[in-house]
């Protein structure tokens, strides 16, 4: 509709999308770009090949301060928060009381503070959560006054390099503090794509100008929302809201590994009961990586089948990967059909489409480990 | 030379002697993306008009071709299997779809001519 995007509110760098004649629609409550003239394949290829620029402004970001900052946060997450080291970033799960996910997020430890980001279409909830677990000491800042823009891409590292030396030292999952083309900077060297990379907050109205210095570097292309999601699948990572939700719990979304050690004795988070007993004696379904055979995609939401018998799982995420060439997906399966290889039917417009269950991520992580 | 007509759907529809050949319009395969896969109907299928007949899968998303007018599937642009881009890049041309035997030519009155096709997408852009 011609006016839906009149209601819809603007990241700081709306104007220059609209100037790269960025194709504009509703996210999340934003007007945001889902693909530039080069078009979703195309700025794929290119993060893949060089760098790709993304306004990921929409994301909450928001500071906790105080002694037991960390403390207060595991009342929240099953993550070990307490033993992230200065000046790292882990990726975390906020949980419910029955044990599904209430949204997925970053935590970095800039020392002082922990360093929060969370997904767009759940900060206001996240954040109010937070604020009501929060004890006497320890103060959730919500900074909607701060952009974030994300530089991925193998050329990513050497592009944004002149613009500030101390960058090229950081490993995956590094936070750093740090001025950028004069531009006072909190960046993590991570990111949503599988390419090496950072994620760059930086105050709102400083972003244009910042995101045209990092735009005038050799290699570097805006990419939209379209390719963000066809990259993230390909690097096998989740959307919260398709992949996981409350629904959903840690050990069924295989993101066990985001649980601490120390938690798993300690057993103190939301929902801890459901994932210990989960732990212990197996989910019934689980999240599995599927491939189509063929060209044709599967998109969320298609049935998937033994095949030629009753269905067991569904997909969440699905559609074509550039750089694997090919249909991807990803979903739940009954646990006897999540073995790697196994074969499966997706039900597409009534017919079945072959394929099998895969791997992820579907194209190879290039962190700098 | 071929009568050129257009639906609201976004198909072209070329009409020579019996045979009509359908396809998408620039404009829908610009709106598409880039196209990654074609489902296109079978031969010999008797479709009605309106009737969605195929299906074009762009990298985000599926959409169904409607046939503008009944008749029955002669031909199908099986090139397209391997290359499906050929709907971006010659959307009008190679990037044709299917073939029609038309059952009720004068259903072809119902659809617009070029120039009416492009005040329909001015209007509704």
Not at chain 1, 6 to 25: F, N, Q, W, Y
Not at chain 1, 336 to 341: G, K, L, R, S
Not at chain 2, 89 to 97: L, R
Request: with cysteine; proline share 6%; net charge negative.
């Amino acid at each position: 509709m011609a006016d839906s995007t009149e209601s819809l509110l603007e990241t700081p760098l709306g104007a220059l999308h609209r100037e790269l004649g960025g194709r504009m629609v509703p996210f999340a409550g934003y007007a945001m770009p889902v693909q530039y003239p080069l078009g979703i394949l195309g700025e794929h290829l290119h993060c893949r090949a060089a760098a790709g620029l993304f306004d990921v402004s929409h994301m909450g970001q928001a500071e906790l301060v105080g002694a037991n900052a960390a403390a207060a946060l595991e009342a929240l997450t099953p993550a070990d928060v307490q033993g992230l080291k200065p000046m790292r970033q882990r990726y975390a799960l906020l949980t419910t009381e029955a044990g599904g996910i209430f949204d997925d997020f970053m935590v970095a430890n800039f020392g002082n503070r922990l360093f929060l980001v969370v997904n767009a279409s759940r900060k206001h909830e996240d954040f109010a959560r937070i604020e009501a677990a929060l004890p006497a000491g320890v103060k959730l800042k919500r900074l909607p006054d701060r952009a974030l823009l994300a530089l991925q891409g193998p050329g990513a590292a050497a592009a944004i390099a002149p613009l500030c030396p101390a960058l090229a030292g950081m490993k995956f999952m590094d936070v750093a503090e740090v001025t950028i083309a004069g531009v006072p900077a909190f960046v993590s060297r991570s990111g949503y794509t599988g390419e090496d990379g950072y994620e760059i907050s930086v105050p709102a109205e400083q972003a244009e100008g910042f995101a045209r210095a990092l735009l005038a570097l050799p290699g570097v292309a805006p990419v939209g929302l379209g390719a963000r999601d066809s990259l993230r699948l390909e690097a096998g990572l989740c959307l919260y809201g398709n992949d996981i939700d409350e629904t959903t719990s840690p050990v069924e979304a295989a993101l066990v590994w985001s649980i601490g050690k120390r938690r798993r004795m300690e057993w103190n988070f939301p929902g801890a009961e459901r994932v210990r007993e989960e732990l212990a004696n197996g989910t019934q379904r689980l999240r599995v990586g599927i491939r189509p055979e063929g060209r044709q995609p599967a998109r969320g939401h298609t049935a998937v089948h033994a095949p030629g018998g009753a269905q067991v799982g569904e997909i969440t995420s699905g559609g074509f990967g550039p750089s694997l060439n090919g249909p991807m997906a990803m979903g739940y399966v009954a646990r006897d059909h999540a073995a790697d290889n196994t074969a499966l039917d997706l039900m597409v417009r009534g017919k079945p489409l072959a394929a099998r269950v895969a791997a992820m991520p579907f194209v190879a992580n290039r962190y700098a480990r | 030379m071929a009568e050129l007509k257009f639906s609201k759907d976004h198909e072209w529809i070329a009409v020579e002697g019996d045979v009509a050949t359908i396809g998408i319009t620039d404009h829908a395969q610009q709106a598409l993306g880039d196209v990654v896969f074609v489902e296109l109907p079978e031969l010999g299928r008797e479709v009605t008009a309106g009737e969605a007949c195929a299906v074009v899968e762009s990298v985000k998303a599926a959409s169904d071709v409607y046939a503008p007018i009944s008749g029955r599937v002669v031909e199908v642009n099986s090139a397209l299997a391997d290359n499906p881009g050929t709907i971006n890049s010659d959307p009008a041309g190679a990037g044709w779809f299917f073939k029609l035997e038309p059952s009720a030519p004068a259903e072809l009155a119902d659809l617009m001519d070029d120039a009416a096709y492009h005040r329909f997408v001015e209007d509704h852009a």
